[in-house]
């Protein structure tokens, strides 16, 4: 029988909960194991840039006296988009993996009718 593999000691303690649940409930290799933890990093990198959110606001006013997004709303935005796509490769909400990689961009990409 494999050994089960160990939470992550560095992530909050509501998404090793998280974590634990998803070991629990899915049979994981160990490469699966490792997209799991990056997805719970992500997570937790959300939740806190959501939380300078919630306390600062989402613009700060620079030397020059004029409004600028918060790094943290970039941090957001690329932890959730980082999460959704760890997620929908470990295939953890019951929709198959796609089978083949998705087609890169091309150059007339935007431009098709």
């Given at each position: ?16 909960k ?19 933890t990056?997805?719970?990093?992500a ?71």
């Amino acid at each position: 029988m494999a050994k089960s593999p160990k939470t992550p000691p560095h992530l909050r303690p509501e998404t090793q909960k998280w974590f634990k649940s998803v070991l629990a409930d899915f049979e994981l290799e160990g490469h699966h194991v490792r997209l799991l933890t990056l997805a719970a990093e992500a997570l937790d990198q959300a939740q806190t840039a959501r939380e300078v959110l919630d306390r600062d606001g989402q613009t700060y006013t620079d030397r020059f006296g004029q409004p600028k997004a918060r790094p943290e709303v970039d941090i957001l935005q690329n932890a959730r988009i980082s999460f959704a796509r760890l997620i929908r490769e470990l295939a953890l909400d019951g929709v198959e993996a796609p089978e083949a990689p998705r087609a890169p961009r091309t150059a007339d990409y935007g431009n098709r009718r």
